[in-house]
């Protein structure tokens, strides 16, 4: 039993390490959330944000998120659909 999570952790660790490359490079700036995920603050200023387990989440206008060096952070925009884009780009089976 202790074999199977392993080796489960070990899967998910590894694809979760790639699932954000192109996410990654299309940001200007990645702050770490108190929440473990993390806010993308793109190039235009828009910003998106990825839950700790690598998906794409949901903003509120005006919500203030937590970074993990306790500085508040008031959102200003929502691009969930371009995160989930490029959180799962490459990463078809298509």
């Known amino acids: ?37 993390s806010l993308y603050i793109f190039p235009d200023g828009k910003m998106g944000k990825e839950s700790r387990v690598g998906t794409a989440v949901y903003l509120k206008k005006g919500e203030v998120l937590e970074a993990a060096d306790g500085r508040s952070i008031p959102v200003t925009s929502n691009e969930v659909a371009r995160m989930d884009y490029l959180l799962n780009k490459d990463h078809s089976n298509n």
């Open 1 to 37: 039993m202790k074999t199977k999570l392993a080796i489960v952790a070990l899967a998910f660790a590894s694809t979760s390490v790639f699932a954000g490359h192109a996410a990654v490079e299309a940001a200007k700036e990645i702050i770490p959330l108190k929440d473990g995920g």
